[in-house]
């Protein structure tokens, strides 16, 4: 395929990492459902060991199918490489312990998936990492939040729950200035909406079971490195990342950024991370995962064509006090979504229903093709109630104090005919207007 | 390691073990906008088999200080002072497209200093043409995009370099721009413009071919855009070299690091 400039995204999607297999002929990929890989001879296993060779040794560390995933992802990101991990949470575990351990230091924005805000608030704590949460847009924050012992900054793309749109270029130059590294979990958006390399980002991940996969059968993540960080310069500068620019005894004492000058991160999450914590990803799940990102250019059009319609639907409903969408006009981050999302921004967001927690119920029973799930980035279309579910133990001012109101409804829209999904929710408005 | 070479601290890759001057020696020489880290495999191998490695950063190229020599007479002179200040008589020299060119020259400069020569993914002459050299000094950024497209023959080449889940079309890009940044950050130059230049005006190297004295390997990608296999026939045959033509494109190392590992072994101890 070689030409005068890479191939475009939709060729990407379908062939990044790929050939048709060498060993049988075989046109879709393989899955190899194999813990191991044979040694041709016993200087061949040596020298694998030792990273002399590249290669596949045992399917924890990479696997043929599973290093697909890992191309093809890091190519529609414009990274250098990538590696799948069990889970989104899996990801950013091993973003964070590739470059920080005890007495490090993160600035986090405030506006997180739950699970990522529980790692940082409250499970890295207890092993000596800590965190502070900046609002998003709060660009003096992120700055003034910086320590000596800081190790990256980490937001969405879009933020959780209201969909604050991450300004990358101004929070990765911060980073940047300081010496540190901008990670940025993307989610929401996948490459076809976003590539946060392109903006200034550094590592990007996913989870990948929601808009990659698309199809709701799997659990998976990934973790692409641009390659563009110097962390020799910031070792030199501000003695940080020694575990990039200084030998490792756990590896023949290999110092990974004279290893490889675009690689050493993956290097490290790999010869480390995935070995240690072993959080890694099937091959099966991986062609799963593979799958959905054969169509993902189509999917994430019609994602946001069929979100576009809703939100129209929804902002005009006398049911319907707000709608929180960053393309329309009144968002707080409609003026950069314009700037760095201008193919859309996604089909996760939430609207407040007017009335009580008891009308939010009722508007859910009554829905008939969205399904009552926790879970976002399915082809079908799903809904939540956070008042009732995920956030049920709080009172209203608690609920409010988080910036959620009682009759807020997350919806995440799929790919169904955009009229059946109008009907599903005028009808279950009517309902949740009968429950006042 | 690092050297003081002609004034200047000089950078190599010495594959993992600390460097012996007593044991045969290889040196690695990376092509444009590149550094040492395309051998990094290779050299990790030969160092891991009996052999001392330098994988080099050519002057003004990522580790290495000072600004990139004006041509490929004066980088070999380079070379072999590098070789100097390593305490080393005699090595193979290994060099992979401009720097196929600089190990060249070094070998006929000093005959009794190399003992084997490989060139990678050469030729010669090594035109540019006018329209890339255009582009490389007034959008150097749109060059490497194209030169990055040329360079690798497919978006699947297993099993990926230096390990799996490394996208080569995105490394090697990073690579060049990295590259291209520092140089521009610490000299203020166009590196990318520079190191074009330098393969586009050598002329000497049917000259160099006459006095070289050692054995003379080519390894070549059969699909290789940027330095085409037919481009080598009158340099291959002045220098009696034995070509082996590997499945890949330009970017060997990174393409088929297992082939051109299995060339170098039969070319270095054959």
């Not at chain 1, 949470?89 to 998936?113: D, E, K, M, P, R």
């Not at chain 1, 300081?178 to 980002?201: I, N, R």
């Not at chain 1, 709608?323 to 409609?334: F, I, Q, T």
């Not at chain 2, 890949?248 to 070319?267: C, K, Y």
């Amino acid at each position: 395929m070689a030409g005068s400039s890479d191939p475009g995204f939709d060729t990407l999607a379908l062939h990044a990492g790929a050939a048709p297999d060498p060993a049988t002929g075989a046109r879709a990929l393989p899955i190899y459902l194999s813990t191991s890989f044979v040694f041709e001879n016993s200087e061949h296993a040596a020298s694998l060991f030792n990273m002399e060779r590249s290669g596949h040794v045992y399917s924890r560390l990479s696997n043929p199918t599973t290093a697909v995933l890992e191309e093809r992802v890091a190519a529609l990101e414009g990274g250098s490489g990538a590696i799948a991990t069990a889970s989104g949470q899996a990801a950013l575990h091993l973003a964070i312990c590739t470059i920080a351990g005890a007495g490090s230091h993160i600035v986090a924005s405030a506006a997180l998936y739950g699970g990522s805000h529980n790692l940082l608030a409250y499970t890295l704590a207890r092993f000596g990492i800590t965190t502070t949460f900046v609002k998003p847009g709060d660009i003096d924050g992120w700055r003034a939040a910086i320590r000596p012992e800081t190790r990256l900054l980490f937001g969405e793309t879009l933020g959780n729950p209201g969909l604050d749109v991450l300004d990358i270029p101004t929070v990765s130059a911060i980073a940047h200035d300081a010496g540190l590294p901008l990670l940025v979990d993307s989610t929401f958006t996948t490459p076809w909406l976003m590539k946060p390399f392109e903006h200034g980002a550094d590592l990007v991940f996913h989870s990948a079971t929601k808009f990659l996969s698309g199809h709701g059968t799997v659990i998976g993540g990934v973790l692409v490195d641009s390659g563009g960080f110097d962390w020799d310069a910031a070792h030199e500068k501000h003695g940080r990342f020694s575990e990039l620019s200084q030998p490792y005894d756990g590896f023949h004492g290999m110092v990974f950024s004279e290893e490889s000058s675009v690689g050493a991160f993956l290097l490290r999450a790999r010869r480390e991370g995935l070995r240690d914590f072993g959080a890694c990803m099937s091959p099966h799940t991986a062609w799963l995962i593979l799958q959905g990102i054969e169509t993902l250019p189509l999917r994430m059009a019609r994602h946001v064509e069929n979100t576009r319609r809703i939100v129209a639907f929804l902002a005009a409903h006398a049911m319907v006090a707000r709608v929180g969408y960053p393309e329309l006009e009144g968002h707080p981050s409609h003026a950069l979504a314009k700037r760095l999302l201008p193919r859309g921004c996604g089909s996760v967001f939430s609207f407040d229903l007017k009335g009580s927690r008891r009308q939010g119920q009722a508007f859910i029973e009554a829905l008939k093709i969205f399904s009552h799930l926790a879970n976002v980035g399915d082809c079908r279309s799903l809904v939540i109630h956070p008042a009732s579910t995920t956030h049920s133990r709080m009172d209203d001012a608690a609920l409010a104090s988080a910036g959620i109101a009682p009759g807020m409804i997350r919806l995440s829209i799929g790919l169904e005919d955009a009229d059946d999904l109008i009907d599903d929710l005028k009808r279950a408005l009517k309902s949740a207007e009968k429950a006042a | 390691m690092k050297l003081d070479v002609l004034g200047h601290e000089a950078y190599a890759y010495t594959g993992g073990k600390t460097f012996d001057a007593g044991l045969p020696c290889i040196v690695f020489v990376h092509g444009a906008l590149h550094d040492h880290s395309p051998w990094t495999l290779l050299a990790r191998w030969f160092a891991h088999h009996g052999h001392s490695v330098l994988a080099v950063d050519l002057p003004g190229h990522s580790r290495s200080a000072g600004a990139p020599l004006a041509d490929v007479q004066r980088t070999a002179d380079w070379l072999l002072a590098l070789l100097d200040a390593a305490g080393v008589q005699q090595a193979a020299l290994v060099g992979h497209s401009m720097g196929s060119l600089i190990a060249l020259e070094a070998a006929a400069r000093a005959p009794q200093r190399a003992s084997r020569l490989v060139m990678i993914g050469t030729a010669y002459p090594m035109k540019v043409s006018e329209a890339l050299l255009n582009t490389a000094r007034e959008t150097p950024l749109k060059a490497i995009d194209m030169v990055n497209a040329f360079s690798i023959s497919s978006i699947s080449a297993k099993p990926s370099f230096p390990g799996p889940g490394m996208w080569l079309h995105g490394s090697n890009r990073t690579l060049m721009r990295r590259t291209q940044a520092l140089a521009a950050q610490r000299l203020g130059i166009n590196l990318f413009a520079h190191d074009f230049a330098v393969c586009d005006a050598y002329a000497g190297g049917l000259q160099a071919a006459a006095a070289v004295r050692c054995p003379v390997n080519f390894i070549l990608g059969e699909r290789d855009q940027m330095t085409t296999p037919k481009t080598t026939r009158e340099i291959a045959a002045a220098l009696k070299a034995r070509v082996v033509t590997l499945p890949a494109g330009h970017s060997l190392m990174a393409e088929a690091p297992d082939g051109v590992l299995q060339a170098l072994r039969d070319a270095l101890t054959g």
